[in-house]
Structures are given as structure tokens and as C-alpha cells.
């Protein structure tokens, strides 16, 4: 099984500040990477699919990059409501998919 | 507009089996499949499975092959996932996804299943 994990797991920031939020995987997952956004009490949301194309409606402050086992969710400037909690997918494998553990951006 | 509306929260005995309906709209529903993740209470995200609705065709995570099922009725547009033997550690919001070729781009509302005896 391909294991995702990221980093930090906690990440604090004041509003207007870059975000940089990493994921690395066990073994090449080549650029079948997804990120999602999750706020309290709600299903995940698609931000970024492919490492680097945004979904439909995701703002240009977010961007993604990386292929291989390292990849960046990056937010060029944190609005309030972007804390949340941001999760990696890979789906290198499909149809089998997992998870990376997490990263929380919280207000600083 | 493209909706996933899941079915009401769940209360279980250990043993037991739940089956989480997702009923989809606004979209042909044969042209994308479905995932289902979970998420216990306070951790993360865990992806449990795939369904083809063309073919029915099915693939799930290894830990939980034998305890479940996933299918679909196209004449209702509904996917459905059914999870058998409940243990205490299967409390947690299951969601269904729409499956867009290399990523899951709408999500159900959750279900809550709680097993307790």
C-alpha cells in the first residue's frame, strides 16, 4: 500500500501569509495526486487534481506542484476561510486510493 | 447542478450491518462512478472502495474486502454501500464521491453510524 504522509501536521498563520503544505509518498505515485479542503462539520472539498490543475471554482491563490513522491499544496495568501484542514490523495494505483494523514491550518 | 443527498444517521449494535444510501442528480448518472470514505470522530480521511455504474464493476480497501459491499440501481440513480459485522471502530461519517476519471469532484452530505451497544 502506498502511504502518504504530511507535513507538519499543524501548520499556524496569521491571515495574508503563504502556505505551504507538503505530501510525500512511499513510493512514486507519478502526478495521480489530489488535494482536498475540509472545514468542520463538512464533506471535503476538491481544491487541486492531477498535482497542479485547480478544480471548477477553486480561487488562483491556491496552486499545486510536484510528481513523483513530492508534492506542495501552496496558498499565496491566506483568506479566514481558508483554515481548515487540508488532506492528499493518491490514485497511481486506481481503482485503489489513499489518504495522506492530514495538515490543519489554523490563525496563528 | 450536480447533488448527492446520503441517507440519515445510523445506530448500530456490534454485529450488526448498516447499509448508506447516495442518491445522485443533475448529472447522467452511468458517466461517473462512486467512492465512499470515511472519517471516525476527530481523525482523518479513509478511502474504503470504488463502483463502476456502467458495469457494477467494484474494488475495495484490502482491510475491509470481506465485510463489504457496494452496489448501484441506475432506474433510481442511487448508490449504496453496505458494511456487515459492525465493530465499535466503525463509528465514524461515511461519504459518497462522484468519481470524475482522476478525482472524486462532488461529495454527499455524510452519514453519521454510530455502533454501540
Known amino acids: 500500500e502506498i502511504v502518504l504522509t504530511q507535513s507538519p501536521a499543524t501548520l499556524s498563520l496569521s491571515p495574508g501569509e503563504r502556505a505551504t503544505l507538503s505530501c510525500r509518498a512511499s513510493q512514486s505515485v507519478r502526478s495521480y495526486l489530489a488535494w482536498y479542503q475540509q472545514k468542520p462539520g463538512q464533506a471535503p472539498r476538491l481544491l487541486i487534481y492531477h498535482a497542479s490543475n485547480r478544480a471548477t471554482g477553486i480561487p488562483a491563490r491556491f496552486s499545486g506542484s510536484g510528481s513523483g513522491t513530492d508534492f506542495t499544496l501552496t496558498i499565496t495568501s491566506l483568506e479566514p476561510e481558508d483554515f481548515a484542514v487540508y488532506y492528499c490523495q493518491q490514485r497511481s494505483n486506481w481503482p485503489l486510493a489513499t489518504f495522506g494523514g492530514g495538515t490543519k491550518v489554523e490563525i496563528k | ?117
Open chain 2, 1 to 117: 447542478q450536480v447533488q448527492l443527498v446520503q441517507s440519515g444517521a445510523e445506530v448500530k449494535k456490534p454485529g450488526a450491518s448498516v447499509k448508506v444510501s447516495c442518491k445522485a442528480s443533475g448529472y447522467t448518472f452511468t458517466n461517473y462512478g462512486f467512492s465512499w470514505v470515511r472519517q471516525a470522530p476527530g481523525q482523518g480521511l479513509e478511502w474504503m472502495g470504488w463502483i463502476s455504474t456502467y458495469n457494477g464493476n467494484t474494488n475495495y480497501a484490502q482491510k475491509l474486502q470481506d465485510r463489504i459491499t457496494m452496489t448501484t440501481d441506475t432506474s433510481t440513480t442511487t448508490a449504496y454501500m453496505e458494511l456487515r459485522s459492525l465493530r465499535s471502530d466503525d463509528t465514524a461519517v461515511y461519504y459518497c464521491a462522484r468519481e470524475a476519471y482522476d478525482k472524486s469532484d462532488y461529495w454527499g452530505q455524510g452519514t453519521l453510524v454510530t455502533v454501540s451497544s
